[in-house]
């Protein structure tokens, strides 16, 4: 069932109006954090005043996971006006760490009533602060369910979005992919000769380089790499930066290309098992990342993005890997950057190659399900009204236009949390080899708070001896690598560790300066980086009691930290991993309950496999 089919519609409102108008808004402030929070949801919550025409009175959005909800930011800009006030959210409050914030802070602060544009996408988050709410008192509506017309099916339409990325995650076990391509008027990409630069305007590029600042990862295929040595950095001064993906089966690509430059940027080549065994070496040697694939295909490597977590792909490659990607039902939006320029040529390559289509009829549609609008970075974009069901985005942006439209429809509101596994039955008497395994890793997982990234502040003492509270784990792991360094800008580093606005940040920050600065890593960081973990990993579960409840609740299951790209402290994509991290989960676990060391697996050695587990 479509979005544009599940909405009932009725007359004008304006009741619907001003409820419609607010939950826009609370969207286009979610979609300040775009990537910031990824692979976590985009919130943004207003406060407006009830009676007449309202007021808004506070607003606010989640910058990155760890930081201050949305929710309790608005209650806080409102102050005294939230008595009585409406709060609109463009998706239901989702708590999978048990602190309820966003939640109480509408129950303290004397909200009366909660729009919500969307509920939560996840099977484990859904639903549940709509009940906690109502329970206490609080009027819930939730658009498209209580309140329904066009006014608001257009803002839940806002809501789905905002958030497409997550929704295509959590209901087709896929990151979100796009497709974006430059062509010239007669639908060419290139001269025949190659040459490419440039077809759109310097207008169009900078829209790209946004498009990148929104994906987690983008890919590009060997010829790429070949005719235009492309570097694939956002460039815009932002944070985030997405991992750089080439798709390569021969591995018939120069050594010299900027893709190899890791320094500031991640690199990884996905080719075919037993390609060119020197050349992967030498990659590995400038520290671009190898991942090997029986049989290279989009779908394939899609897959194990999704695996290492990413939410959105951007996919800047030429026409063969491009109809591979389509063919292989992969691509579910495409931006076509289209410039006023002829080219001609009967060779010259176009955006799309073979996709084995022998009449019109077989063409693929865009389209866009009912939704007739998209959001950028400044906001919203109107287009056309011409055709209500087909898309119309046609966007001048300098002399060049760009058409924009899903290939795929946005998922509506009833996806399956793709989770690792998930086990109803605990019995202490089983063996490691027997025992049931608990998966942990991202939000969407409902022991989510098992990950170091969860954003549960400690307090421990610094080099000095002077307690200092951090705002989670990985803060305090990135930024012991520093301490006791000889190196007098060790400390500004720490600094900005301790200072990052939310974990992945922190992770960022830290993983950087320990490979551009490797002299400045403390000499024993190798020998004392489990010591540190599990320092940190008792201070949290220590101070917070339904963490401590949680993990008590494991006992008699394996704990596997579910990252297939960590061999260390995940378990690896085939179990290869060490899974560090659960290992001192479980470890930290016995001594809570008491147990003797009889089963108590080992934290320095052993293999984990999926099937089998050798501890």
Same mark, same amino acid.
């Given at each position: 069932?479509?979005?544009?089919?599940?909405?009932? #519609?009725?007359?004008?409102?304006?009741? =619907?109006?001003?409820?419609?108008? @607010?939950?826009?808004?609370?969207?286009?402030?979610?979609?300040?954090?775009?990537?910031?929070?990824?692979? $976590?949801?985009?919130?943004?919550?207003?406060?407006?005043? %009830?009676?007449?025409?309202?007021?808004?009175?506070?607003? !606010?959005?989640?910058?990155?996971?760890?930081?201050?909800?949305?929710?309790?930011?608005?209650?806080?800009?409102?102050?005294?006006?939230?008595?009585?006030?409406?709060?609109?959210?463009?998706?239901?409050?989702?708590?999978? $760490?048990?602190?309820?914030?966003?939640?109480?802070?509408?129950?303290?602060?004397?909200?009366?009533?909660?729009?919500?544009?969307?509920? /939560?996408?996840?099977?484990?988050?859904?639903? +549940?602060?709509?009940?906690?709410?109502?329970?206490?008192?609080?009027?819930?509506?939730?658009?498209?369910?209580?309140?329904?017309?066009? %006014?608001?099916?257009?803002?839940? &339409?806002?809501?789905?979005?905002?958030? *497409?990325?997550?929704?295509?995650?959590?209901?087709?076990?896929?990151?979100?992919?796009?497709?974006?391509?430059?062509?010239?008027?007669?639908?060419?990409?290139?001269?025949?000769?190659?040459?490419?630069?440039?077809?759109?305007?310097? +207008?169009?590029?900078?829209?790209?380089?946004?498009?990148?600042?929104?994906?987690?990862?983008?890919?590009?295929?060997?010829?790429?790499?070949?005719?235009?040595?492309?570097?694939?950095?956002?460039?815009?001064?932002?944070? $985030?930066?997405?991992?750089?993906?080439?798709?390569?089966?021969?591995?018939?690509?120069?050594?010299?290309?900027?893709?190899?430059?890791?320094?500031?940027?991640?690199?990884?080549?996905?080719?075919?098992?037993?390609?060119?065994?020197?050349?992967?070496?030498?990659?590995?040697?400038?520290?671009?990342?190898?991942?090997?694939?029986?049989?290279?295909?989009?779908?394939?490597?899609?897959? @194990?993005?999704?695996?290492?977590? @990413?939410?959105?792909?951007?996919?800047?490659?030429? !026409?063969?890997?491009?109809?591979?990607?389509?063919?292989?039902?992969?691509?579910?939006?495409? $931006?076509?950057?289209?410039?006023?320029?002829?080219?001609?040529?009967?060779?010259?390559?176009?955006?799309?190659?073979?996709?084995?289509?022998?009449?019109? %009829?077989?063409?693929?549609?865009?389209?866009?399900?009912?939704?007739?609008?998209?959001?950028?970075?400044?906001?919203?974009?109107?287009?056309?009204?011409?055709?209500?069901?087909?898309?119309?985005?046609?966007?001048?942006?300098?002399?060049?236009?760009?058409?924009? !439209?899903?290939?795929?429809?946005?998922?509506?509101?009833?996806?399956?949390?793709?989770?690792?596994?998930?086990?109803?039955?605990?019995?202490?008497?089983?063996?490691?080899?027997?025992?049931?395994?608990?998966?942990?890793?991202?939000?969407?997982?409902? @022991?989510?708070?098992?990950?170091?990234?969860?954003?549960?502040?400690?307090?421990?003492?610094?080099?000095?001896?002077?307690?200092?509270?951090?705002?989670?784990?990985? /803060?305090?792991?990135?930024?012991?690598?520093?301490?006791?360094?000889?190196?007098?800008?060790?400390?500004?580093?720490?600094?900005?560790?301790?200072? *990052?606005?939310?974990?992945?940040?922190?992770?960022?920050?830290?993983?950087? %300066?320990?490979?551009?600065?490797?002299?400045?890593?403390?000499?024993?960081?190798?020998?004392?980086?489990?010591?540190?973990?599990?320092?940190?990993? +008792?201070? +949290?579960?220590?101070?917070?009691? =339904?963490?401590?409840?949680?993990?008590?609740?494991?006992?008699?299951?394996?704990?596997?930290?579910?990252?297939? =790209?960590?061999?260390?402290?995940?378990?690896?994509? #085939?179990?290869?991993?060490?899974?560090?991290?659960?290992?001192?989960?479980?470890?930290?676990?016995?001594?809570?309950?008491?147990?003797?060391? &009889? /089963?108590?697996?080992?934290?320095?050695? !052993?293999?984990?496999?999926?099937? /089998?587990?050798?501890?």
């Amino acid at each position: 069932m479509t979005i544009a089919t599940s909405i009932i #519609n009725c007359n004008y409102n304006p009741h =619907h109006a001003l409820d419609a108008s @607010y939950i826009k808004r609370a969207a286009v402030l979610s979609d300040k954090s775009a990537c910031l929070t990824s692979p $976590h949801p985009n919130f943004g919550c207003v406060i407006a005043t %009830t009676g007449g025409a309202g007021k808004v009175v506070g607003e !606010g959005y989640l910058y990155a996971q760890g930081t201050t909800p949305a929710e309790v930011q608005a209650v806080e800009a409102a102050g005294e006006y939230c008595r009585g006030a409406t709060a609109y959210v463009n998706m239901e409050p989702g708590d999978c $760490h048990g602190d309820y914030a966003a939640v109480s802070a509408f129950i303290k602060a004397g909200i009366t009533r909660v729009v919500i544009g969307i509920r /939560h996408p996840l099977q484990h988050l859904r639903g +549940k602060a709509i009940q906690t709410l109502r329970t206490e008192g609080l009027q819930v509506d939730v658009l498209g369910e209580d309140i329904r017309s066009n %006014t608001i099916e257009d803002a839940v &339409k806002s809501c789905l979005v905002v958030n *497409a990325p997550l929704l295509y995650r959590s209901a087709y076990r896929v990151p979100f992919s796009v497709l974006k391509y430059a062509m010239t008027l007669d639908g060419k990409i290139a001269a025949t000769s190659g040459h490419s630069s440039w077809i759109s305007s310097k +207008k169009s590029r900078s829209r790209v380089l946004e498009l990148r600042g929104r994906s987690d990862a983008v890919i590009v295929g060997g010829n790429t790499v070949r005719q235009d040595n492309p570097r694939l950095t956002p460039r815009l001064g932002g944070e $985030h930066v997405p991992m750089r993906v080439v798709m390569s089966r021969s591995l018939d690509l120069p050594e010299v290309a900027n893709l190899w430059d890791v320094r500031e940027v991640p690199t990884i080549v996905a080719t075919q098992r037993g390609a060119r065994s020197s050349f992967q070496k030498f990659l590995a040697s400038k520290g671009v990342e190898v991942v090997e694939f029986d049989f290279l295909n989009p779908k394939d490597v899609v897959s @194990y993005l999704y695996d290492r977590g @990413y939410l959105s792909i951007l996919w800047e490659c030429g !026409g063969p890997l491009s109809a591979s990607a389509i063919s292989d039902g992969v691509i579910h939006k495409v $931006h076509a950057f289209v410039a006023p320029k002829i080219i001609g040529g009967k060779n010259a390559p176009s955006p799309v190659g073979e996709l084995g289509m022998v009449e019109m %009829t077989q063409a693929l549609e865009l389209n866009d399900v009912g939704i007739k609008w998209t959001i950028f970075l400044n906001g919203l974009v109107t287009p056309s009204k011409s055709k209500p069901n087909k898309l119309n985005y046609i966007v001048h942006i300098g002399p060049d236009v760009l058409i924009s !439209g899903y290939l795929q429809p946005i998922p509506d509101s009833t996806p399956v949390i793709p989770s690792f596994g998930e086990t109803s039955a605990i019995d202490s008497s089983l063996s490691p080899y027997e025992s049931p395994i608990i998966f942990f890793y991202k939000t969407w997982d409902p @022991y989510g708070s098992f990950s170091n990234f969860s954003p549960h502040p400690i307090r421990l003492p610094d080099e000095n001896g002077d307690y200092v509270t951090w705002p989670c784990v990985v /803060h305090y792991y990135q930024a012991q690598k520093f301490a006791g360094s000889s190196n007098p800008n060790a400390k500004g580093y720490i600094e900005a560790i301790h200072s *990052a606005k939310g974990p992945e940040e922190a992770a960022r920050i830290g993983r950087r %300066t320990q490979r551009e600065h490797p002299n400045m890593v403390r000499t024993d960081w190798e020998s004392m980086k489990i010591e540190v973990m599990y320092k940190a990993l +008792k201070c +949290k579960f220590s101070i917070y009691p =339904h963490l401590t409840s949680m993990l008590l609740s494991t006992s008699g299951c394996i704990l596997v930290h579910a990252s297939p =790209h960590d061999l260390f402290w995940g378990g690896g994509r #085939n179990g290869e991993g060490l899974n560090h991290l659960g290992r001192l989960l479980m470890k930290l676990r016995s001594e809570f309950i008491g147990d003797d060391d &009889k /089963h108590k697996p080992e934290v320095s050695t !052993g293999y984990l496999n999926y099937n /089998h587990i050798y501890i």
